[in-house]
């Protein structure tokens, strides 16, 4: 069976990372998790990869807080592409990719992120949603460019904002969206872009 090589990018706990993971090792994805990459040495996502027997590695990201250093950025892109990777999953990375990564996986990089964009990009998007007094939120699946939390739609999934929501009880909720829905749209990715016979 063809599979498509992924690679994946996360700075913190990696539970879209995991149910990525699940979903390849149960058999209804089918893509094929080369690498998985952290600029957070610790992050628990590179744990969840090694429990998973996929190849992991720390970046160092350099001197500066919301991008990687353009050497970092470079390094970045040869890790991928010595994985074989045709699609990047940017899975809770937390800064913004610029002119390497994105000439390299032109269409080829998408990112999760938890509200219903363009509403509240960046940090804590689901506080924002509440402090906003919105209904309802969700999650969205895009392309990635060079602006933060920004780049084409690909998918979204609604979630109610109840009454008696706390920042906690809506992020845990919007989570289980994200869980459902970034593997959906990478099987969709799977079946429309098959990667080479090898
Ligand atoms: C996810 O909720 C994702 O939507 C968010 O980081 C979390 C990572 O969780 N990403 C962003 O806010 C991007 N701007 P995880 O590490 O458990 O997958």
Redesign the pocket.
Known sequence: MKRLPIGIL?????????AILERIRSGDLAAEARIVISDVLDA??LEIAREFFVANAYLPPGQFRTRLEPEAEEELVKMLREAGVDLVV?????RVLHAPMLKAFPRRII????SLLPKF?????WKQALAAGETVTG?TVHYVDEK??HGQIVAQREVAILPNDTPETL?AR??IA?RELYPAVIAEFCEKCPAPDL
């Not at 990009?121 to 998007?125: I, T």
Request: aromatic share 4%; proline share 9%; charged share 15%.
């Open positions: 996360g700075s913190g706990k990696g539970s879209n990372c995991r628990p996502i940017l899975a809770g990375f937390m990112n999760i992120h938890p990009p960046g940090l804590e998007a999650c933060i939390d992020h919007i989570q994200e």
